[in-house]
């Protein structure tokens, strides 16, 4: 991983930087172009502004109102004197151009808009202020005018354009080579050194940032989140993607834990409550019918039956005890596991034995299909056995004379398919999604029979689901019921 890796945020916040000093350096560039322009005009014409007076008191530049061409030459040449800078008119009282310094070709207005002039002479105008080049049409200029007067009669008026085109050329040339250097140096100098220090400090402030999402990437690596956490869209994302991905990931995770820690909880409440109301029954009994056989021991006599039903009682609670322990067991995290091939046509047949005396009483039928030996499956045989069990056990007992418990073994190309059917009451179908949670007992189940507390499937499952296994049921009332799952081959 580099230090600042090309989409970090660090990195496009330093590009961002970078192009807005950039802009920002150009900008500069012109406005302190725009402004030199300004200033420079505003003291040169400042400094020059009463040029065109003190020329016109110098002497009299008509001769019997028509411009007198020595007068004129005289004053000229010593303007020129002042500097190659200047440009010199002499206007008639329209602002038409009488005489000027210039080659007649070179000129390209005849006449000076009043207004420009007028502005000018007013009381306090605001400098700079640009007037009309008559060397050229869409140029306006610095200049300085006075009035020339012949005994208090306007004859017309002195315009000169101060920074001509001499002066323009000169400019040009001194900008094309010094200016735009010196300042883009020291422009460059100065945002180079913002630059820089923001980029440092831009650094110091996100490191925090970066030290989080490298932990968080750590985290990551090391299997937190596994595969949870969302990097929307970007290809590697920056920090801050980084962190909402991780965030929502460990929000996700925290709800479903919550969630688990939450049911969890609320079935071990449910279970507690139902297994200390079913258990009360049978303790009950026990103990009433064993205080009854000690009073009848105390009489001198004691009826054997009382403590044969005492002692089915405790065994009642003895099922259920062993029952709930081993749902704790199972639900706990870490169940060990046998896994090792059995012979299943083999391990139905022994549970079907067991219950062979039952059925026969009941005249129920028990089957398995097919009887081949040579199906072996990947199992922990007690738990299998277990499930077997609980399945026979409930069939049997929503069984009645005439009816069939079948189990039947398909096999399939990946894994042995089994079904324990019945032709017993039925399951109704309000009740099918919840016989599998603990302690359910369907509207079909025997009443009062408080032997059995609804803990059997529950089990199952979770047997089976160590297998990774998942159970089905399908029953139709009055018709019967089938418990499916499927087994890996060995
Ligand atoms: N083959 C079946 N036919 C009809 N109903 C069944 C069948 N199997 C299960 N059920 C219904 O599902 C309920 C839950 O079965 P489960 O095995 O979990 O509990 P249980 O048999 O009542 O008690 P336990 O198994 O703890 O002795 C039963 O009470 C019964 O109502
Ligand atoms: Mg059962």
Same mark, same amino acid.
């Given at each position: 991983?580099?230090?600042?890796?090309r989409?970090?945020?660090?990195?496009?916040l330093?590009?961002?930087?970078?192009?807005?000093?950039?802009?920002?350096?150009?900008?500069?560039?012109?406005?302190?172009?725009?402004?030199?322009?300004?200033?420079?005009?505003e003291?040169?014409?400042?400094?020059?502004f009463?040029?065109?007076?003190?020329i016109?008191?110098?002497?009299?530049?008509?001769?019997?109102?028509q411009?007198?061409?020595?007068?004129?030459?005289?004053?000229f040449?010593?303007?020129?004197?002042?500097?190659?800078?200047?440009?010199?008119?002499?206007?008639?009282p329209?602002?038409?151009?009488?005489?000027?310094?210039?080659?007649?070709e070179?000129?390209?207005?005849?006449r000076?808009?009043?207004?420009? @002039?007028?502005?000018?002479?007013?009381d306090?105008?605001?400098?700079?202020?640009?007037?009309?080049?008559?060397?050229?049409?869409e140029?306006?200029?610095i200049?300085?005018v006075?009035?020339?007067?012949?005994?208090?009669r306007?004859?017309?008026?002195?315009? @000169?354009?101060?920074?001509?085109?001499?002066?323009?050329?000169?400019?040009?040339?001194?900008?094309?080579e010094e200016?735009?250097?010196?300042?883009?140096?020291?422009?460059?100098?100065?945002?180079?050194?913002?630059?820089?220090?923001?980029?440092?400090?831009l650094a110091?402030?996100?490191?925090?940032?970066?030290?989080?999402?490298?932990?968080?990437?750590?985290?990551?690596?090391?299997?937190?989140?596994?595969?949870?956490?969302k990097?929307?869209?970007?290809?590697?994302p920056?920090?801050?993607?980084?962190?909402?991905?991780?965030f929502?990931?460990?929000?996700?995770r925290?709800? @479903?834990?919550?969630?688990?820690? #939450?049911?969890?909880d609320?079935?071990?409440?449910?279970?507690?409550?139902?297994?200390?109301?079913?258990?009360?029954?049978?303790?009950?009994?026990?103990?009433?019918?064993?205080?009854?056989?000690?009073?009848?021991?105390?009489?001198?006599r004691?009826?054997?039956?009382?403590?044969?039903?005492?002692?089915?009682?405790?065994?009642?609670?003895?099922?259920m005890?062993?029952?709930?322990?081993?749902?704790?067991?199972?639900?706990?995290?870490?169940?060990?596991?046998q896994?090792?091939?059995?012979?299943?046509?083999?391990?139905?047949?022994?549970?079907?034995?067991k219950?062979?005396?039952?059925?026969?009483? #009941?005249?129920?039928?028990?089957?398995?299909q097919?009887?081949?030996?040579?199906?072996?499956?990947?199992?922990?045989?007690? #738990?299998?056995?277990?499930v077997f069990t609980?399945?026979?056990?409930?069939?049997l007992?929503?069984?009645?004379?005439?009816?069939?418990i079948?189990?039947?073994?398909?096999?399939?190309?990946e894994?042995?398919?089994?079904?324990?059917?019945?032709?017993? @009451?039925?399951?109704?179908?309000?009740?099918?999604?919840?016989?599998?949670?603990?302690?359910?007992?369907?509207?079909?189940?025997?009443?009062?029979?408080?032997?059995h507390?609804?803990?059997?499937?529950?089990?199952?499952?979770?047997?089976?689901?160590?297998h990774?296994?998942?159970?089905?049921?399908?029953?139709?009332?009055?018709?019967?019921?089938?418990?499916?799952f499927?087994?890996?081959?060995?």
């Amino acid at each position: 991983m580099t230090i600042f890796p090309r989409n970090s945020l660090f990195s496009r916040l330093a590009l961002a930087l970078v192009a807005s000093f950039l802009l920002l350096g150009l900008a500069l560039m012109w406005l302190t172009r725009l402004l030199d322009h300004h200033y420079q005009d505003e003291i040169t014409q400042r400094l020059h502004f009463a040029l065109a007076e003190h020329i016109v008191h110098e002497g009299p530049l008509f001769l019997d109102d028509q411009p007198d061409p020595a007068a004129v030459e005289r004053a000229f040449h010593n303007m020129m004197i002042l500097g190659k800078g200047f440009e010199f008119y002499l206007l008639d009282p329209d602002g038409r151009l009488l005489n000027y310094s210039a080659p007649a070709e070179k000129i390209k207005r005849q006449r000076i808009p009043l207004t420009a @002039i007028q502005q000018a002479l007013s009381d306090n105008p605001s400098l700079p202020l640009r007037g009309p080049d008559p060397r050229a049409l869409e140029r306006d200029k610095i200049f300085s005018v006075a009035p020339v007067l012949s005994e208090g009669r306007l004859q017309g008026y002195l315009y @000169i354009i101060i920074n001509g085109e001499i002066y323009d050329s000169v400019v040009a040339q001194v900008a094309s080579e010094e200016w735009p250097r010196w300042v883009a140096l020291v422009l460059a100098a100065t945002l180079g050194f913002l630059l820089l220090s923001t980029l440092g400090l831009l650094a110091w402030l996100t490191r925090p940032l970066r030290r989080l999402t490298d932990d968080i990437e750590a985290m990551e690596q090391q299997g937190f989140g596994s595969g949870t956490l969302k990097l929307r869209g970007r290809n590697p994302p920056d920090e801050i993607h980084r962190l909402s991905g991780a965030f929502n990931a460990l929000s996700e995770r925290l709800e @479903i834990q919550y969630r688990k820690v #939450k049911s969890v909880d609320e079935m071990r409440r449910e279970l507690l409550a139902h297994v200390s109301h079913d258990l009360r029954t049978p303790l009950a009994a026990l103990q009433g019918y064993l205080e009854t056989w000690l009073l009848q021991q105390e009489q001198g006599r004691g009826d054997p039956e009382y403590v044969r039903i005492a002692h089915q009682n405790a065994g009642k609670i003895h099922k259920m005890v062993d029952q709930l322990m081993e749902l704790a067991r199972l639900e706990s995290d870490q169940v060990p596991m046998q896994i090792e091939p059995v012979g299943i046509a083999e391990l139905v047949q022994d549970v079907l034995q067991k219950y062979r005396p039952a059925a026969q009483a #009941k005249q129920v039928l028990l089957d398995v299909q097919p009887k081949d030996p040579s199906l072996q499956v990947l199992a922990d045989i007690e #738990k299998l056995e277990r499930v077997f069990t609980n399945l026979v056990d409930n069939a049997l007992r929503h069984c009645q004379a005439g009816d069939t418990i079948t189990v039947r073994l398909t096999p399939g190309p990946e894994h042995l398919s089994v079904a324990v059917s019945d032709s017993g @009451i039925g399951i109704p179908a309000s009740d099918l999604p919840h016989i599998f949670d603990p302690h359910y007992k369907a509207a079909n189940s025997v009443r009062g029979d408080s032997a059995h507390s609804g803990l059997g499937l529950a089990i199952t499952r979770r047997l089976l689901a160590l297998h990774q296994s998942p159970i089905e049921v399908s029953s139709q009332v009055q018709q019967g019921t089938e418990f499916r799952f499927q087994l890996d081959w060995a």
